[in-house]
Nanobody, 127 residues
Framework: QVQLVESGGRLVQAGGSLRISCAAS????????MGWFRQAPGKDREFVAS?????????NYSDSVKGRFTISRDNALNTVSLQMNSLKPEDTGVYYC???????????????????WGKGTPVTVFS
């Protein structure tokens, strides 16, 4: 069992930056692939970024955030972070931390393979 708690979401102006974090507890977190999804009002939850298990040597991003967002993990602290730069109003949504046993959360696989979810942290980008 893994528990995930997100933090850091807030109101931010377009063009600004924000860093959100996920604190993981429970089993050895390093053996889990981690990721971030988001859900805008009235829309489905969508993949944002993922980082592979262990050293986190592989990362994936959705096309909409590639080049602006960076995912990272610190296994010693059991945390996963998402640095978001050049934010746009369309980045608005609730951001959810996700975990899955194994190497990687595959971007095209959707939410199905995810085993654990946090409760989310809201991010609102205003212009």
């Amino acid at each position: 069992q893994v528990q995930l708690v997100e933090s850091g979401g807030r109101l931010v102006q377009a063009g600004g930056s924000l860093r959100i974090s996920c604190a993981a507890s429970g089993r050895t977190v390093s053996i889990y692939a981690m990721g971030w999804f988001r859900q805008a009002p009235g829309k489905d939850r969508e993949f944002v970024a993922s980082i592979s298990w262990l050293s986190g040597s592989t990362t994936n991003y959705s096309d909409s955030v590639k080049g602006r967002f960076t995912i990272s993990r610190d296994n010693a602290l059991n945390t996963v972070s998402l640095q978001m730069n050049s934010l746009k109003p369309e980045d608005t949504g609730v951001y959810y931390c996700a975990a899955k046993r194994g190497a990687l959360i595959v971007p095209d696989a959707g939410t199905g393979p995810v085993e654990y979810w946090g409760k989310g942290t809201p991010v609102t980008v205003f212009s």
